[in-house]
């Protein structure tokens, strides 16, 4: 999730984005005296900006809150999408995200809202995000 988190991971600058990854990178790998090439954007706030980065810093698998099943490729990155289930979901939800389309485009449709909301308000739609789930 990169070393500070930032909260709106897609308007970092591009230095702060290569300082994200590159620190993150370089302090795992030591840690774990292994090569680190996994990550996951934090926060879903995806972008082709913060994928170039992260490839640029050597991660070649990035996980991103997109709720798709495919995989794809950008920048020799490849990028995996994941379908959401919280901590108080019951195990229902799990098999109906297995067994049921309905559920899928359901998930898809509020995430695409999500995207947008966020583009619209901005920081602000962190507040009101915090404010709701209270």
């Known amino acids: 999730h990169t070393c500070s988190h930032p909260r709106m991971m897609d308007k970092c600058t591009d230095s702060e984005l290569n300082k994200e990854w590159l620190d993150s990178v370089n302090v795992l790998s030591e840690l774990t005296r292994n090569k680190i090439d996994t990550a996951s ?14 490839a640029a810093t050597g991660i070649k698998h990035l996980y991103t ?13 490849r990028c995996y999408g994941r379908y959401t289930l919280k901590h108080n979901d019951l195990p229902v939800k799990a098999l109906s995200l297995l067994n049921s389309y309905f559920c899928k485009v359901q998930q898809c449709l509020c995430w695409n809202i999500k995207k947008i909301l966020k583009k619209i308000l901005g920081p602000l739609y962190l507040i009101i995000r915090r404010v709701l789930l209270k």
Request: aromatic share 14%; charged share 20%.
């Open 41 to 54: 954007i934090p926060g879903g706030y995806y972008s082709k900006r913060v994928v170039q980065a992260a």
């Open 65 to 77: 809150s997109e709720p798709v099943e495919k995989p794809w490729e950008l920048y020799g990155c």
